[in-house]
């Protein structure tokens, strides 16, 4: 009788002990795909709805209808077109301005704490904090461009926020200033990385700094950009608060983008049947970019060559 619980006792503790990292993180992931598939089941099932809150009487299941009336609707193309226009721009300009500024505070100079600290300390303010200064900025009573007039700099009355040919460079500075940061911290984390004897082997072979930024560090940095442009575009592509803060999507729609239009349908409309298949649409577009994106970039394969010293 005995032998049979010798042989069950390890047997029970490798068990128990290969469980347990599962049941340990069984509350996070449970959490997680509640927090992920319930809201993705709810939007997929109003989405093939006509659910328009103050008109309860319509309720019904239409399909793919909700679908196609995006062809049709010209505030959706705008603002699609508006979104594609706002994350290349941002997302471009926030590399090269993080790049750059990644690439100065690694040098060794006096006062680089300093410097490192008000590089990166817009990124901890929080979106509505970040439009009430740039509010404050623009306000064409006491804002720069007032000041600037005093000096027979532009107009005095200049609201650069209210015109639609200055609306989207201004939002689009404002939004640097808070994202530049985040280029410039995952930059600079994978440029101290980089071995230093690569930079001694370029000198050598007589690289000069350029030739060793463009074959040394570039390439070591290729996996952080491809990273950072891939999130910061979905992120800026989502981008509410700072557009519904500073002009509201004004002026005339100028700057509604497709969350912003969504959002603007529940609040206004309380239509959200048509929202949810908006937004449904809105995440198919940017799953399938991403796929691509990081199929064209090669993610995985560069960031594997790069770990064993060979490149595919």
Request: aromatic letters at 12%; hydrophobic letters at 50%.
């Amino acid at each position: 009788m005995s032998s049979p619980v010798t042989l069950a006792g390890p047997y029970g503790a490798r068990t128990r002990r290969a469980l347990t990292p599962y049941v340990l993180i069984a509350p996070t992931v449970l959490l997680l795909v509640g927090f992920l598939l319930v809201p993705l089941g709810s939007v997929g099932y109003y989405a093939l709805q006509h659910r328009v809150v103050n008109e309860p009487y319509d309720d019904a299941f239409v399909g793919l209808d909700n679908f196609s009336r995006m062809l049709g609707d010209q505030q959706f193309w705008h603002s699609l077109l508006f979104s594609a226009k706002w994350v290349a721009a941002e997302v471009g300009l926030q590399l090269l301005l993080g790049l750059a500024l990644a690439l100065i505070v690694n040098e060794s100079f006096v006062g680089r704490a300093v410097a490192r600290a008000l590089v990166f300390s817009p990124w901890a303010v929080s979106g509505v904090l970040t439009t009430g200064i740039w509010l404050l900025l623009y306000n064409p009573a006491t804002g720069v461009f007032h000041q600037l007039s005093e000096f027979g700099l532009g107009d005095p009355a200049t609201s650069v926020l209210g015109d639609p040919d200055t609306v989207f460079p201004a939002v689009v500075v404002a939004e640097l200033w808070r994202g530049v940061p985040f280029f410039a911290i995952l930059i600079l984390a994978d440029l101290q990385s980089v071995p230093k004897d690569l930079y001694e082997a370029a000198a050598i072979d007589g690289a000069g700094r350029v030739r060793s930024f463009l074959h040394v560090t570039l390439p070591h940095l290729r996996d952080a950009i491809v990273l950072a442009t891939l999130l910061r575009a979905v992120w800026e592509f989502n981008n509410v608060d700072l557009l519904y803060t500073l002009t509201n999507g004004g002026p005339a729609g100028a700057t509604t983008g497709l969350p912003l239009y969504v959002a603007q349908l529940a609040r206004k409309s309380y239509d959200f049947g048509y929202g949810s298949a908006l937004t449904a649409a809105a995440f198919v577009l940017l799953l399938f970019c991403s796929v691509l994106y990081l199929r064209l970039s090669r993610f995985e394969g560069r960031g594997a060559g790069r770990n064993t010293g060979v490149r595919r």
